[in-house]
């Protein structure tokens, strides 16, 4: 009786400790998946990393809208384009949508048959430390980048070139925009209601189609904005046209005469580029960050 109340002591403990390994196993965390080989979808891929893993995914058009509600980067390995094209449809004409903090996005090309004043490559709200690289946003989406509500990001070496505006912000701050390149369509961009923006050597391009320049500049309401790092400011395609009697400052590089940012000034501040570039601004040669993941330092 003894030895059969031990066996089966032992059967128990023993079944125990085989479905707490089995239970160990299952936990582990999936830190890397990669698309197509681990899952053809990227949204499929993005709903089975852990929080704070990485998605990388290869050469191909994805036909998808996505929502990132997790800590997470996804970063393209090759070649790699978005394409919303009506599929997938989650109610918001987002080809990406971010509701996470700590998300890294990096490498992709946005395009979508879906065109509106509504659709939106990368839309972010409610989030913190998120960084959008080295991304390309085509003329068949709308708006580029949209951030409302969001708190230390990094938008660092994109090419924006969209139908209606590359960049509009709301309710944002701690906000870094760098080394970008932005063609506008018919307004570069909106800023409303945001706090400690900074905004430098960027290629800005005004749109040389519009029959109404005046009616094309940025528009900034409500918002602090640093629009050079105190030696270099941003390249602005109209800057000659505005300002003919404009020099260079020896051979700085600057010209002489700051370029006001939003004519209109909308809410009485002054926004001025004091150090505007004669020429493009090109990307540092020992620039590490260029896909995404690295030390975040907004505000440099």
Same mark, same amino acid.
């Given at each position: 009786m003894v030895v059969a109340v031990l066996v089966a002591v032992l059967v128990v403990m023993s079944m125990f400790m085989f479905c707490r390994v089995q239970l160990q196993a299952q936990e582990e965390p999936i830190l890397l998946v990669r698309v197509p080989t681990d899952f053809r979808s990227v949204q499929e891929a993005i709903n089975n990393v852990s929080d704070g893993g990485r998605v990388e995914v290869e050469n191909g058009t994805y036909y998808e809208y996505i929502r990132i509600v997790k800590p997470l980067t996804l970063v393209c390995t090759g070649e790699m384009v978005i394409d919303g094209g009506y599929r997938n449809y989650y109610g918001g004409p987002y080809q990406i949508y971010v509701n996470a903090s700590d998300v890294t996005i990096s490498g992709l090309t946005f395009q979508t048959s879906y065109v509106s004043p509504l659709a939106v490559g990368i839309y972010a709200e409610n989030c913190q430390n998120l960084e959008i690289t080295n991304n390309t946003f085509t003329d068949s989406t709308s708006v580029g980048i949209k951030l409302l509500n969001v708190q230390n990001a990094r938008v660092f070496n994109n090419?924006?070139? !969209?139908?209606? +505006?590359?960049? +509009? +912000?709301?309710?944002?701050?701690?906000?870094?925009?760098?080394?970008?390149?932005?063609?506008?369509?018919?307004?570069?961009?909106?800023?409303?209601?945001?706090?400690?923006?900074?905004?430098?050597?960027?290629? !800005?391009?005004?749109?040389?189609?519009?029959?109404?320049?005046?009616?094309?500049?940025?528009?900034?309401?409500?918002?602090?904005?640093?629009?050079?790092?105190?030696?270099?400011?941003?390249?602005?395609?109209?800057?000659? !046209?505005?300002?003919?009697?404009?020099?260079?400052?020896?051979?700085?590089?600057?010209?002489?005469? =700051?370029?006001?940012?939003?004519?209109?000034? !909308?809410?009485?501040?002054?926004?001025?580029?004091?150090? =505007?570039?004669?020429?493009?601004?090109?990307?540092?040669?020992?620039?590490?960050n260029r896909h995404g993941g690295a030390g975040r330092n907004y505000l440099r």
């Open positions: 090419t924006i070139d !969209v139908y209606y +505006m590359p960049i +509009m +912000m709301h309710y944002s701050k701690n906000i870094s925009f760098t080394y970008n390149v932005i063609r506008d369509a018919s307004q570069q961009f909106g800023l409303y209601h945001s706090r400690n923006i900074v905004f430098h050597h960027n290629n !800005v391009f005004n749109d040389e189609w519009s029959s109404h320049p005046t009616n094309d500049y940025p528009r900034v309401s409500n918002t602090t904005c640093t629009w050079d790092d105190g030696n270099y400011g941003n390249y602005w395609s109209d800057y000659t !046209v505005r300002y003919p009697n404009a020099t260079e400052i020896g051979s700085s590089g600057v010209w002489d005469t =700051p370029y006001q940012i939003d004519p209109d000034d !909308v809410d009485g501040r002054e926004h001025y580029d004091y150090y =505007p570039l004669t020429k493009d601004p090109q990307l540092p040669s020992n620039e590490s």
